[in-house]
């Protein structure tokens, strides 16, 4: 559920559980914790149900399947297993997005070596300085650098040269407003 999770559970611990009524001590009051956990689930399938998942079916809608993939992705990745039906229901329709995207999204071919992932990605970096920074095409294509990288990485974890071009398109991704739906 990850950061927004964290970040939620901070400020639920100090101030949340204080106007509910709760004296918050996790090692104390384990049924006051689960409520606060359960709130938080309910809050990130929310945010999915409403959200993230209706820009999914939209992106189907226009064709887009490679974005409706990657936000089904992320989705069954945050979502995780959980319990909760919210949690439940916000995971199936992920699963179903996933499964309507996946026949037309391309995969990576893992049969290459790190060196052509790496010179892949390098060629990409030359295409990236004609894209004005902070638009989609300049976005998409640090998205794919990145993932060329992470390919790279994994076929050849002793190679540094794609950790150096990961983390600058890690660090470029960051600071010029990469899209939230580029994961």
Known sequence: MGIFNAIYN??????????LGMEWDPSKDVGHRQKMNDLG??????QWTQVYLP????????????????????????LGNSNNPLIKAARKEAQRIHNVTSAHVKQPDFNRSSNDYFNAANALIS???????GTREHSST????IKLCQLAIR????????????ANAYYSLAFTGGSDDLY
């Open 55 to 78: 820009n999914a079916r939209q992106f189907i809608a226009t064709g887009d399947y490679e974005r409706a993939h990657r936000i089904a992705n992320r989705g069954l990745i945050e």
């Open 10 to 19: 901070w400020f639920a611990q100090r101030n949340i559980g204080q106007k």
């Open 41 to 46: 689930a309910s809050m990130t399938a929310s």
């Open 142 to 145: 640090l998205a794919e650098i």
């Open 127 to 133: 295409k990236l300085n004609t894209f004005t920074e």
């Open 155 to 166: 076929k050849d974890n002793k190679n540094g040269d794609p950790y150096v071009m990961l």
